[in-house]
């Protein structure tokens, strides 16, 4: 069964580094630890997806207790945040015990890239 549930999430893992935009993903356990990483290109250094992983957990729990205090519990449950910061997004997603996050490029960015390439 467990065999079964590591292929399924290597197999979506996969289809993920092919949508176009993707730059790198974390699988955060519920202590924050990392337990996968990878990024397209040059791999990813451990200390930099701890460092990362540092503060999408931060950033992830406060966002969730705002959240919470602001709306009615039932309406309260936060399933993901999106950040966008001058070189990505990253969109965060927490399921059971374990978080997903996915780095891509700013859709702005990949446009302006686009149209470079074009021009070219």
Do not use: C
């Amino acid at each position: 069964m467990a065999h079964n549930q590591d292929n399924e999430i290597d197999e979506l893992l996969k289809d993920l580094k092919k949508t176009p935009g993707f730059k790198s993903y974390l699988v955060l356990n519920s202590d924050g630890i990392v337990i996968r990483w990878d990024q397209v290109g040059a791999p990813m250094p451990y200390q930099r997806a701890v460092q990362h992983a540092h503060h999408i957990t931060e950033i992830y729990n406060k966002s969730a207790a705002r959240i919470k205090e602001l709306f009615d519990p039932d309406d309260g449950l936060v399933e993901n945040v999106r950040i966008r910061t001058e070189d990505y997004e990253m969109i965060v997603s927490s399921l059971g015990t374990y978080t997903l996050a996915v780095f891509q490029e700013d859709d702005g960015k990949a446009e302006e890239n686009a149209i470079d390439e074009a021009k070219a």
